[in-house]
């Protein structure tokens, strides 16, 4: 593993490179650009909003706020995964023809949902600010830990998932399916503290509870995050990502056979 490191180190260039040509190519000739990436989430943050507060109600107190302190790291880790799985199948020509670190395309793709995770935070503070709920500066720094911790949890999925789709190419179909699960499986239209007693067992074996918790506790409820939530959401994201990165070196070497 640390070989692996060391050579994907070697090609920062190449992954510097080919994040900013995603993300500057990703809305070339669109009028808005960039802002469809808020734009989309935004919207569906209404609905949600609006169904959640006014039908259904969660009982949460300015939900609006709760749900967009939660959607956008979600959005993130969805996006970054979906795009990131079929990473290698789609650039096949460039893996048969140019040796680098295979890795490097998963990393690229969740890169840039990693940036646009990060642009997106102006919105955050923004709404938090004018909507006078305020943030906490004192508990901001803690949020660099809960991203890595994001970060390397869905780079685990994606280098598992992308070697994967390779042989299998209806994965990609599956896991959207099972990430639209997923997000009504993590604490974000309700509370934990709504879930019933027996279901408690299932659902703390989410790692997204304790990831998309810990920016709920930072930026909604403006405190410092559990200890006992870092600690899971690590140990889930060193796990993940040990078991992705042997996933992928011991499939990767059929990749050019397959594609």
């Known amino acids: 593993m640390f070989t692996d490191i060391k050579n994907i180190w070697q090609f920062r260039d190449m992954i510097f490179e080919l994040t900013h040509r995603e993300l500057r190519g990703k809305y070339k000739g669109s009028v808005l650009g960039f802002l469809w990436t808020y734009i989309n989430p935004l919207m569906q943050i209404l609905v949600y909003a609006f169904v959640f507060s006014q039908i259904f109600r969660s009982g949460i107190e300015a939900f609006h706020l709760y749900l967009i302190v939660s959607m956008f790291p979600f959005n993130f880790f969805t996006g970054g995964v979906i795009q990131g799985l079929g990473s290698i199948r789609y650039q096949g020509d460039l893996v048969k023809k140019v040796y ?128 006992m939530y870092l600690g899971k959401a690590a140990l889930f994201a060193a796990g993940v990502m040990a078991i992705g990165s042997v996933v992928f070196k011991v499939l990767e070497k059929r990749f050019a056979e397959e594609l």
């Not at 670190?101 to 990693?114: C, D, E, G, K, Y």
């Open 100 to 227: 680098f670190p295979r890795q490097i395309l998963p990393i690229v793709s969740l890169t840039v949902n990693f940036v646009n995770l990060l642009i997106s935070f102006a919105i955050i503070y923004s709404i938090l600010l004018v909507s006078g709920w305020g943030i906490n500066i004192r508990v901001q720094g803690w949020l660099i830990l809960v991203m890595a911790c994001e970060y390397f949890f869905s780079l685990g999925l994606a280098l598992m998932l992308s070697a994967i789709e390779v042989y299998f190419r209806d994965i990609e179909h599956i896991v959207s399916v099972l990430m639209m699960i997923w997000m009504y499986l993590t604490p974000m239209f309700y509370s934990i503290e709504v879930i019933p007693e027996k279901f408690l067992p299932v659902f703390y074996c989410n790692p997204m509870l304790y990831i998309i918790g810990m920016y709920q506790q930072i930026l909604y409820y403006k405190r410092v995050p559990d200890v």
